[in-house]
């Protein structure tokens, strides 16, 4: 055979469905519906005409600039942008949102989105000799990570009502030695632990294991868990520009951690592509951490759609779990979860449904614009 062992073992991630025979309203991705903004496009257009000579040379390796717009803007915004105020062009965290001490470049790493930074993450602190502790609905990539770098994996079953069992993980973490993963918020289900929850699960877990937080919702209604890192040196927070900050096309990610293990992951993507994120994303990413105040807008109209589509749900039957994310899983009895992705779609609307046995009777649904989730509600009454 002219493959390899491992490629024959691979089970490439599924993407939320790109449709080009027409044009759907998109609400299966968890795309941000609103557009970057404007001064995102402009600073973009502005560099390219300034600088068309740029295109032609490496960019920084480092992205130092953009690691500390990343910085400054953590630290205006707590990491939460959903519940920060804004105030003109300025922007203040929440008081529980506010970090008890300043977030530094250094603690910063990018990638080209968070799939990438996953992919080095997985590769600098997982081993193929210990399994790694996750839930066993979450997001599904964590499966294929393991597959490509043969780590085994240990999954731990949610609880009854969805959320995560943290004592059962911890138990297996401590038995693995391998370390732990999870979305916090978790997809798909948009259900989250408080940052004490965390705080005492890093308490039971070994300082000797790497502890992974995906962020990748926390701006639409979490708690995030960027002030554990003075108490964690194992700590190591994922977040992306796909989300909250309207950049599902700009294909950047990033962690925050110790200076230690951001140097760690470096060093992986530097023995990879020591050039991984493009001059007109690090220019497109910088300016988005400068305008916060648009995005925070945005992911305050994202929250409020969402909780009156939930409330929608639970008028019309359904079984819907409170969500803290851009998005809400759920279903209702007396038809398949399959069954109405597809009359939802004959509709113009894509939502997402998953084959996955124990989660087949549901469905996800991005939260979009306050039309949009108009035109979906008109849509379930119709398919029901």
């Known amino acids: 055979m002219l493959t390899s062992q491992r490629m024959n073992n691979l089970h490439p991630y599924v993407p939320g469905e790109q449709p080009k025979d027409r044009d759907y309203i998109k609400l299966n991705a968890n795309e941000n519906p609103y557009p970057p903004s404007p001064n995102v496009t402009e600073a973009v257009l502005k560099f390219i005409k300034a600088h068309p000579e740029k295109l032609g040379l490496y960019p920084d390796p480092d992205s130092l600039e953009l690691h500390a717009a990343i910085a400054d803007m953590l630290n205006q915004t707590g990491g939460v942008l959903c519940r920060a105020k804004v105030n003109g062009s300025k922007v203040e965290p929440a008081p529980e949102d506010k970090i008890p001490f300043k977030v530094t470049p250094d603690m910063v790493y990018t990638g080209n989105g968070s799939d990438e930074v996953l992919s080095f993450v997985f590769y600098a602190f997982f081993d193929s000799s210990k399994k790694f502790v996750m839930p066993e609905f979450t997001y599904s990539f964590y499966p294929v990570y393991a597959g490509f770098y043969n780590i085994p994996t240990d999954t731990v079953p949610l609880k009854s009502d969805w959320s995560l069992d943290t004592d059962e993980m911890l138990v297996r973490a401590s038995k693995n030695a391998g370390g732990i993963i999870f979305a ?31 962020e990748a919702y926390v701006d639409f209604g979490g708690e995030s ?5 003075a108490e964690f040196k194992n700590l190591v927070i994922v977040r992306t520009f796909s989300k909250s900050l309207c950049g599902a096309g700009q294909r950047l990610g990033y962690i925050v951690s110790s200076p230690e293990l951001v140097n760690i992951v470096t060093t992986v993507k530097n023995s990879v592509n020591h050039f991984p994120i493009d001059a007109v994303a690090q220019v497109s990413g910088k300016e988005a951490c400068k305008n916060a105040a648009y995005y925070v807008e945005c992911s305050k109209k994202v929250a409020k759609e969402r909780d009156l589509f939930y409330d929608f749900l639970i ?44 989660i087949e009777d549901f469905v996800r649904i991005t939260i979009g614009t306050e039309s949009q989730m108009n035109e979906l509600k008109k849509a379930f009454l119709k398919v029901l």
């Open 184 to 214: 916090n918020p978790n997809a798909p289900t948009g259900l989250a632990l408080t940052r004490e929850q965390v705080r005492s699960m890093l308490k039971k877990a070994s300082p000797d294991e790497i502890f992974i937080v995906d």
């Open 225 to 229: 868990c960027i002030p554990l890192l």
């Open 315 to 358: 008028e019309n039957g359904f079984y819907a779990i409170k969500s803290s994310t851009n998005f809400i899983f759920a279903k209702k009895n007396g038809i398949s979860g399959e069954d109405l992705y597809k009359g939802i779609k004959k509709e113009g609307i894509l939502i997402r449904h998953f084959n996955t046995p124990g």
